[in-house]
Structures are given as structure tokens and as C-alpha cells.
């Protein structure tokens, strides 16, 4: 049994260390989170303006997607545009 503890321990380290950062970052307008070469809105980086243009681009790849609750408070926007040529919203 004591050689069981270790080898818990050494596979928890392992996965743990798999884990992927899909962290949202930031451009001082969208956060947004990048995975395999697109980009997916997941808010504003303040209040989000009552007119809200959401760009084709953010940093350097094409935004093909808003996250579900990327704007809580959604009763204040008056318009949305989008710039996407493939949306998934």
C-alpha cells in the first residue's frame, strides 16, 4: 500500500500538467479567448457600449464565435453588428 500513495501523487502531477489555458485575454475593448486559429468573443473589457460592433478580427485571427453570456447585461445594448463571415453565436 505505500507504493500506492506515490503513484497517485506522480499521476496527479502528470494530468495536472496537461490541462489546457484557455484564459481569456484582452485587446482593451474585447476579451476573448483564442483556440485553433480563431477567436471567440466572451465579453467587453469594461461596460460594453450601448452599440456594440463586433470586429472580423481580434489580435490575429478571425473572431468566428460569441460566447453564450458574453454580455450579461444585455437590456442596455440598442444594436449589434457583426463583422463575422462564419457565426456561431
Known amino acids: 500500500m505505500s507504493l500506492m500513495r506515490p503513484l497517485g501523487l506522480t499521476l496527479l502531477l502528470s ?3 496537461l490541462t489546457v489555458n484557455i484564459e481569456a485575454d484582452d485587446d482593451g475593448t474585447w476579451t476573448y479567448t483564442e483556440w485553433e486559429y480563431e477567436e471567440t468573443v466572451t465579453g467587453c473589457v469594461q461596460t460594453c457600449p450601448p452599440e456594440l460592433v463586433i470586429p472580423a478580427t481580434i489580435s490575429r485571427y478571425s473572431v468566428t464565435s460569441i460566447e453564450s453570456y458574453a454580455f450579461p447585461q444585455m437590456h442596455r445594448v440598442r444594436s449589434l453588428v ?8
Open 82 to 89: 457583426t463583422q463575422l463571415t462564419r457565426n456561431r453565436m
Open 15 to 17: 494530468l495536472s500538467a
